[in-house]
């Protein structure tokens, strides 16, 4: 008998073993599996009100079934306490919310319960079979895996990693690429979840990222750190863009990812099913970066806007559609690559817009200034785009114009403000008709001709103004019932405000309508500090 107890035990403990083993999950989980369900096999014997454990000694495999009493002062529960007077009787030492262990048989398990108890060991070993999977995933997302494809759902890939599966969805392949079953594939993990069907491993092909680790793979200055790749744009299976910058300056980072008669560059693009890969080099200047990024087009002038983060590159007229590409795919992955709005423009219609624009300009001094068309041309040349540019610049500046003398420049001047300030006049009347409250214009940066704008947006009052988003001063975009995107037009859109103007507008008038405190001056602070010690 004590040979079959004994052997029973070390059977208990190579079990233990061998599932650890093949789950590759510690002993120790094992044997608290194994405890679990003999727990519950022994609440079944004994009532589930008792509050029964049961250990396992992982040396010896020796089980051992206690059930636990908590010493009382006043028994109310016979099964989950014990007097205080029978728990000295047990062990003279015992206190109050001390605990007893009284020792119980080992239980005899039934097909009932010897069911049970493997469903609970299976559950727990899963449980735990799941949480090694994500612990030791979640720290690889980033990485560049390698599997067999187990199998194809729906045009979503499921791979076999080895000790875990992981899924390619269809949104995540490359185009026009097909894998059957055990086809080699090598994928980017991009996410690790903990789900409750257990944690998922979500692959890709076409994130860019898995681009610039292949490149990694195949560049040792890129794995070396020694050439960096600061910004990627792909249209997965059909054109890529990469932006490269070397430390070294004796190493050509475009030639280092190009290789030997483009070795290196040739083993990204077959394992990207032939994807076209641009390699540039990145520059901290945005226009020579735009420039670069729209290669293979040749770049006749760059105009940057810095508020809007938008840029007008104007192309000769041939270089134009090598500029945008086959269905703008140039100049869209220039885009995503730089981080700006590209505009591109022919200079044949750069050329046809400045002689409009100087035409619209000679056309508005003509008209406000009663000026003849040369004085009005002579303003437009010299880069005056409007009359408050005529009304406020140093009047030295005026004077310099060529053909210009001091008393001309005076004259202009003083026409400009008297033209201003009854379109001020005309504007404060529009305002007062549409009632806008004059708290309104006490507001910094607002106008009249803002305010009469805002009037027309039924903004009328202070309160009206403190309530608006940035959004409602400067426009917005929404989907309507035909899933079609209108424009929603702002209240000060017309007046080239950037969203920081359009915030302070909004913030002052919050300040003013005592919604909020106004925020503290430095030179406040200063004169505070200095006083104290006085005091």
């Avoid at 010493?71 to 003279?92: C, F, H, M, Q, Y």
């Avoid at 090598?186 to 092909?205: H, K, N, W």
């Avoid at 017309?494 to 913030?507: C, R, V, W």
């Amino acid at each position: 008998m004590a040979t079959g107890v004994a052997a029973n035990r070390l059977e208990l403990l190579q079990i233990a073993d061998a599932v650890a083993r093949d789950k590759s999950i510690d002993k120790g989980v094992v044997l608290g599996a194994m405890e679990e369900a003999m727990q519950r096999a022994a609440k079944a014997r004994y009532g589930s009100e008792n509050e029964i454990r049961v250990d396992i000694d992982p040396k010896t495999g020796e089980t051992h079934v206690s059930r636990y009493l908590h010493v009382v002062g006043l028994v109310e529960n016979d099964k989950t306490e014990i007097s205080l007077e029978d728990a000295r009787a047990r062990n003279p030492a015992a206190q109050v919310d001390d605990i007893i262990a009284e020792t119980l048989p080992p239980v005899d398990f039934s097909r009932i319960a010897a069911q049970a108890a493997k469903q609970v060991i299976v559950q727990k070993v899963r449980d735990a079979e799941r949480e090694r999977h994500y612990e030791e995933y979640k720290d690889r997302i980033g990485e560049i895996v390698h599997g067999m494809v187990k199998r194809v759902e729906f045009g979503s890939v499921v791979v076999d990693l080895g000790r875990a599966e992981g899924v390619v969805r269809r949104d995540e392949m490359i185009p026009r690429e097909n894998f059957r079953q055990n086809d080699r594939i090598r994928a980017y993990i991009y996410d690790v979840r903990r789900e409750t069907r257990g944690p998922q491993i979500f692959l890709s092909r076409s994130h860019p990222q898995f681009m610039v680790r292949l490149f990694a793979q195949e560049v040792p200055e890129i794995y070396d750190g020694i050439i960096e790749i600061r910004a990627v744009a792909r249209d997965p299976g059909s054109r890529a863009k990469i932006a490269v910058i070397s430390k070294d300056s004796s190493i050509d980072p475009v030639g280092a990812c190009v290789g030997m008669r483009g070795v290196r560059v040739q083993a990204v693009v077959q394992e990207l099913q032939g994807e076209r890969i641009d390699i540039i080099p990145w520059n901290p200047d945005p226009a020579t970066f735009i420039v670069n990024a729209l290669a293979p087009a040749e770049v006749s002038k760059v105009v940057l806007d810095e508020d809007t983060h938008r840029v007008e590159v104007v192309v000769p007229d041939e270089q134009l559609s090598l500029a945008i590409g086959r269905r703008g795919q140039n100049v869209r992955l220039a885009s995503q690559l730089t981080g700006w709005q590209i505009d591109i423009l022919t200079e044949a219609e750069e050329s046809e817009r400045r002689q409009k624009e100087f035409s619209e300009r000679t056309q508005l001094f003509m008209e406000t200034l009663d000026v003849d068309e040369t004085v009005a041309q002579l303003l437009a040349s010299e880069g005056f785009s409007g009359i408050e540019d005529v009304a406020y610049v140093p009047l030295n500046e005026l004077a310099a114009v060529e053909g210009f003398d001091e008393e001309t420049a005076q004259e202009l001047q003083t026409r400009a403000q008297e033209y201003i300030e009854a379109k001020n006049r005309e504007m404060d009347d529009k305002r007062r008709e549409l009632g806008v409250t004059d708290d309104v214009l006490e507001v910094d940066g607002v106008t009249a001709a803002m305010a009469a704008s805002l009037g027309e947006h039924e903004i009328k009052t202070l309160e009206d103004l403190a309530g608006c988003a940035t959004d409602d001063l400067l426009g917005y975009y929404e989907t309507n019932k035909e899933k079609e995107r209108v424009r929603i037009e702002g209240a000060l859109e017309s007046f080239g405000l950037t969203a920081d103007q359009a915030n302070a507008i909004i913030m002052d008038a919050r300040v003013k309508a005592g919604w909020i405190e106004a925020p503290e001056e430095p030179e406040a602070e200063e004169e505070t500090a200095t006083e104290e010690p006085a005091d």
